[in-house]
């Protein structure tokens, strides 16, 4: 038996769940640079954001002066069927580390889309019928956030418009089948539904597609239709908002049970689930009132922070989206073909690029291998099988608790375990089987594409 | 906004999960009939189950007497990963339905094999570890039993040894791999690693493979191997007690919100989770403490309960363990390949069978489509997508409730969704696209099969 003076699983009661997002921007000396309109170089207006995305949305995107943002009651209606979600105490992984350390994970598994990302999904959708809309339109690459708006989507009685990259749309069937299951129309991309897509589809016949063209599509179909917007599912600032409620849930359990953590660790690909776990923590610091450490962990074949640039850069591939001032490798980079998907973006969140810059959040990065071979640990002794994503926080969070190990400190270590890995079965199979490679870029990859940033 | 004078959620403390095991036989008035010896078809004793089971086990089997069975500190401990797991109320369902009856699902999928089939699986590696055993066979068709039954040999340091359905194995390489990274070795079945396997291979060349087959690979195995025993995921009386966790909590969580159900539905293949639902309420209703109402879903296409006959009948096709006295269509019934694999079981659990004798159990059976119409409603508005296997529960559940809408009366309706649908997408995609049909047995072909009940 172990001593548990903390419970495995904290709990708040729905009467707990809170309610407002919250936003870091107030609170931030340095601001993060404003998105610019892609035509004109000049910061976005409410107007222009207006025309892509829902009203209210673009209020928050510009949103620097109110720290807390009032949560819905029908989002948080929601939010009740699976939140607020659990902190774990993992007892079992300290015990087979021998680590002196304390690990937390806040676990956003435990609902269909197996991610956090349907935070986001049900606000934006609740935005958009509010708005009077009858549709959404976006892209998914792997499929996680897919399938949260089609669930979002679905609940509130809203036509779901989703571009799926067309090799995950044939070797990935799984996950279009939940989305389509949800009632949302899934269509390979690129496809002939659109301009963009006919054009790609006549100069590269046979294409698999790529992120970058299916946020085209999915950007021009939702301005072609009538009472349509497209949603984004990380990387803009209302993302990260909306994914405060993690933050915020993680901060009230843990001050439940009386612990201050001393290192915050989350994954990071376009920066949502990052940001929404630490912001919270982060507006703490800023006013001195928490001394934590907070660590990003990208993979290595994508290390948009700890190998690239703080510049000005389009957010899609397509260079139809604003443009954002972020660290980047620049939006013609092309990651190889890890197993994270959910992470295989060129740019970092405004916000959080900004935090780096500043030297308020840190970086790392780890290649593929060790990311699995900590999922299998973690798999083995907590039992949840966690999605690629996540383990790279586990990794991280594994090296935190054996440096506690070696100086013997009972550090609290807190990290995201954003998902869980049940779609990604054939990626395990690869490191069942001993045939999983790593990927590192070449110094002359990075530049090839960051010699190509926009002239701002 | 809803009312919501009952959380969502509820969820009982850790310190409130239960500390022992409910075994309804003492308090049954006629008892389940005992297992007999295939050869002799004399009960089976305590010292011949031991050769095949871990004896304590084996002494749970036949216990006839203790009422309450102390749950092991270490599977405690375990169970609180995932465990108490919450009790739902359906309040988007009954909006849907326009009903007025409380709906309560007591939801076992917020684990990584995604099922009930955990909560017996820890318990069955716990005993094999405490008798010194270095390894467990089993079978498993779909794959839920032989992940569970991977996590938990994983957590004790056993080797577990899974002989898969080779049509399975091959089909459904997701679960395969979910298996072989908690460390179990899977093995297609047949395989020529067993004198039966190579018997079959040898007259069936080329054959998909069946559970019947599988199942006598694993008990071979088991039987040929030092240190190593065979254990079984539903069915035996032994896995109906481990999987009272379910009721038990479901009790508690009720009785916390001051709710008395009036109604009590589950799925039934052998009828573990069924089982485990209900029993502990079919105690006090034998004592005369409530009044409620049990209720067993079955599919129409293997409908052991409605259509079969109570009479003595091998548990598995190969004809190699006890016979059991059970509602069976013959252990030579092949039930059509419907998309709820873990209910395509030919009887059904001992103890049940003698409760639907008694006319304490209820039963209906329903066809595939009524099945997945129900699933996809329920996981439009309740966001959760559901096993097939669960979906009929959800079927029943929904029937009972516009029975209600029709008399006007508020009553408790409580079912138990045994699981998540992650991997089972193609099913839904043949729902999907409207290519799914359904299956009855005709009258003859149920009489054929039992036309070959063994003679006792």
């Known amino acids: ?46 107007d222009e954001l207006s025309r892509v995305f829902c009203t209210e949305l673009a209020k928050q995107e510009l949103n620097e002066t109110d720290e807390y943002i009032p949560i819905p009651q029908e989002v948080r209606d929601f939010y009740k069927m699976y939140r607020p979600s659990p902190l774990v105490r993992a007892y079992f992984l300290e015990k087979a580390l021998g680590t002196p350390a304390h690990i937390y994970y806040k676990f956003e598994g435990n609902n269909t889309s197996g991610s956090h990302k349907l935070n986001s999904a ?18 998914t690459g792997a499929g996680q956030w897919g399938t949260a708006l089609s ?16 090799c995950s749309y044939d070797q990935k069937p799984h996950r279009r089948e939940v989305m389509r299951t949800y009632g949302a129309s899934v269509t390979p991309s690129p496809s002939d539904t659109t301009a963009v897509g006919r054009k790609i589809l006549a100069e590269n016949p046979g294409t698999a597609g790529s992120l970058g063209c299916a946020i085209s599509e999915a950007v021009e179909t939702a301005l072609n239709t009538p009472d349509c917007r497209y949603v984004l599912g990380s990387v803009l600032s209302q993302v990260l908002v909306h994914q405060t409620i993690i ?20 994954c990071a690909g376009g920066g949502s689930n990052l940001g929404g776990l630490i912001t919270p923590f982060v507006g703490d610091f800023i006013q001195g009132k928490n001394n934590c450490r907070f660590i990003a962990v990208e993979p290595a074949a994508c290390p948009s922070l700890t190998r690239g640039r703080y510049a ?26 890890i197993h994270a998907g959910g992470l295989r973006y060129h740019g970092m969140s405004s916000i959080l690029s900004q935090l780096y810059d500043d030297k308020i959040l840190e970086a790392t990065s780890v290649k593929q291998t060790q990311v699995f071979e900590a ?4 798999a083995r002794t907590e039992g949840t099988l966690p999605a690629p994503e996540s383990s790279h926080a586990i990794y991280a969070a594994i090296q935190e608790a054996l440096r506690c190990k070696e100086t013997g400190k009972a550090e609290n270590i807190v990290f995201g375990l954003t998902g869980t890995g049940y779609f990604d079965m054939m990626s395990y199979q690869k490191f069942n089987d001993g045939i999983m490679t790593d990927y590192v870029p070449t110094d002359e990859e990075i530049l090839k594409s960051l010699s190509r940033l926009p002239n701002v």
Request: hydrophobic content about 40%; proline content about 8%.
């Open 375 to 378: 999922a299998r640990l973690f």
């Open 151 to 166: 669930m979002a989507c679905a609940f509130f009685g809203l036509d779901c418009h989703v571009y799926m990259v067309k």
């Open 122 to 139: 049900i606000a934006q959708a609740y935005y958009a019928k509010k708005q009077g809309l009858k549709s959404v339109t976006t892209e």
């Open 312 to 337: 000005y850069d389009y957010c899609d591939t397509g260079m139809v989206c604003p443009l954002a001032k972020m660290y980047t490798l620049g939006c013609t980079y092309m990651p190889a073909a």
């Open 1 to 46: 038996m172990l001593t548990t003076e903390i419970p495995y699983k904290t709990y708040l009661g729905e009467d707990e769940l809170p309610k407002a997002w919250y936003n870091v921007r107030p609170v931030m000396k340095n601001k993060p640079a404003p998105l610019l309109n892609p035509a004109t170089h000049q910061p976005a207006t409410l």
């Open 247 to 266: 933050g915020l849930e993680t901060k009230a359990a843990l001050e439940k049970n009386g612990v201050t953590p001393d290192v915050i660790i989350g």
